[in-house]
């Protein structure tokens, strides 16, 4: 369901292999599987936003607990594609605030980053 590309060993890309609502049981399984990837060295992390359908709260906790992990490190997570129902979302929640999400594609996202 969710898999990982890496990228010089300086970015991690997450994607959702398909269109995905992160609810419930699946919530915790992401959640479980985003704090147990390897985050050392990383400039920073993309996540594709493109088959996010819907989240929930618990899938909204999941990110945040990614964002506290990888804030010690100083390691920004960018959101790419989120739908504009999405996008409210996030910033009706402030999450704009802890993530990028403003960005359309992963390769904006990797040219901001000076890839």
């Excluded at 995905?20 to 479980?32: A, L, M, N, P």
């Excluded at 996010?52 to 920004?76: C, N, R, T």
Aim: glycine residues 4%; aromatic residues 12%.
């Amino acid at each position: 369901m969710f898999e990982i590309e890496r990228i010089n060993n300086l970015y991690l890309i997450i994607k959702l292999k398909e269109p995905t609502r992160v609810i419930g049981e699946v919530s915790i399984e992401f959640r479980e599987w985003l704090l147990n990837q390897n985050y050392e060295h990383l400039k920073a992390v993309i996540f594709d936003a493109d088959n996010l359908v819907f989240v929930d709260s618990m899938g909204i906790a999941s990110f945040i607990a990614l964002y506290k992990k990888l804030f010690q490190e100083k390691i920004p997570i960018t959101f790419c594609g989120l739908s504009p129902d999405l996008k409210n979302l996030f910033m009706m929640l402030k999450l704009d605030t802890l993530f990028d999400i403003n960005c359309d594609s992963i390769s904006a996202a990797l040219e901001k980053f000076g890839r």
